[in-house]
């Protein structure tokens, strides 16, 4: 469902919003030019305004939100009340990782994309939530299948309390790529449903299927997961897409909030 909040025009998913889980996707629209959440790619004074209203939409203070810095890679850090503020205004002190979880209540989990696949999820009995930036690198990693066993792990919850939300990132549509992206992704799970090969010699995939895919291996159950039709690539004036703009691209972000 698309929202206006302060100017930004955001995106909640419907499975999350049917078990009132707090959670927003962003786009690249503000009523005062563009929503960019990199400090990397924006001024960073006009960048804060953006986490402020996000802050706001949640009702907590901007020095609550945590956000990691993210290299594709499969490490998952938990967040507790003393990392409040850490990538927003204040230094982090865990090294990067392209996953983040809590069990604390108030404390925003950010990730952001610019066309890979941010996934949030949370356990139907709210004992903790996680956000997941899965890349096609982090993907081969099975990342999202790690944050399933660890949520089990941490709240001994069962498969079919878990809910996922896969968000607005690049499609089938637009998302070529070379054979040894299909090959790393295959050594972990089964690609074939997931791409298919041009007369180039290139491949067209589905990395939103596949990681859909990754989460029902590990239990979840299909009518559990959520799958936003939206791609960045595509969308050019609602989504921030590094492969449609290149190193001038903004980014996306997406939060979730026991």
Same mark, same amino acid.
Request: proline share 2%; with cysteine; glycine share 8%.
């Given at each position: 469902?698309?929202?206006?909040?302060?100017?930004?025009?955001?995106?909640?998913?419907?499975?999350? &919003? $049917?078990?009132? @889980?707090?959670?927003?996707?962003?786009?690249?629209?503000?009523?005062? /030019? #563009?929503?960019?959440? !990199?400090?990397?790619?924006? &001024? $960073?004074?006009? @960048?804060?305004?953006?986490?402020?209203?996000?802050?706001?939409?949640? /009702? #907590?203070?901007?020095? !609550?939100?945590?956000?990691?810095?993210?290299?594709?890679?499969?490490?998952?850090?938990?967040?507790?009340?003393?990392?409040? /503020?850490?990538?927003?205004?204040?230094?982090?002190?865990?090294?990067?990782?392209?996953?983040?979880?809590?069990?604390?209540?108030?404390?925003?989990?950010?990730?952001?994309?610019?066309?890979?696949?941010?996934?949030?999820?949370?356990?139907?009995?709210?004992?903790?939530?996680?956000?997941?930036?899965?890349?096609?690198?982090?993907?081969?990693?099975?990342?999202?299948?790690?944050?399933?066993?660890?949520?089990?792990?941490?709240?001994?919850?069962?498969?079919?309390?878990?809910?996922?939300?896969?968000?607005?990132?690049?499609?089938?549509?637009?998302?070529?790529?070379?054979?040894?992206?299909?090959?790393?992704?295959?050594?972990?799970?089964?690609?074939?449903?997931?791409?298919?090969?041009?007369?180039?010699?290139?491949?067209?995939?589905?990395?939103?299927?596949?990681?859909?895919?990754?989460?029902?291996?590990?239990?979840?159950?299909?009518?559990?997961?959520?799958?936003?039709?939206?791609?960045?690539?595509?969308?050019?004036?609602?989504?921030?897409?590094?492969?449609?703009?290149?190193?001038?691209?903004?980014?996306?972000?997406?939060?979730?909030?026991?």
């Amino acid at each position: 469902m698309i929202k206006e909040y302060e100017g930004l025009t955001l995106i909640t998913d419907p499975l999350l &919003d $049917k078990y009132s @889980v707090k959670h927003i996707f962003t786009t690249a629209s503000d009523k005062d /030019g #563009v929503a960019d959440f !990199s400090f990397n790619t924006s &001024d $960073k004074d006009k @960048v804060l305004g953006c986490y402020e209203r996000i802050a706001s939409f949640f /009702g #907590v203070p901007l020095s !609550s939100i945590v956000k990691s810095t993210q290299i594709h890679k499969d490490k998952i850090e938990e967040i507790t009340a003393a990392h409040k /503020g850490m990538g927003i205004v204040r230094e982090t002190a865990f090294e990067s990782a392209d996953g983040i979880f809590t069990l604390k209540k108030d404390i925003p989990l950010c990730i952001f994309s610019a066309d890979c696949v941010p996934i949030l999820i949370a356990d139907k009995n709210k004992k903790a939530v996680f956000g997941v930036h899965s890349g096609w690198k982090g993907t081969a990693l099975d990342i999202a299948g790690k944050a399933i066993r660890l949520l089990k792990e941490k709240t001994g919850c069962e498969s079919s309390d878990i809910i996922c939300a896969i968000g607005p990132s690049i499609s089938l549509c637009c998302f070529e790529v070379s054979y040894d992206v299909i090959e790393a992704l295959g050594k972990i799970y089964d690609v074939g449903d997931c791409c298919y090969k041009k007369d180039n010699g290139k491949y067209m995939l589905d990395l939103k299927k596949f990681n859909k895919l990754l989460l029902m291996k590990e239990g979840v159950p299909e009518e559990n997961i959520s799958v936003s039709d939206y791609c960045t690539r595509c969308c050019d004036r609602l989504f921030h897409s590094y492969r449609r703009d290149g190193d001038k691209s903004g980014r996306n972000a997406a939060f979730i909030m026991l």
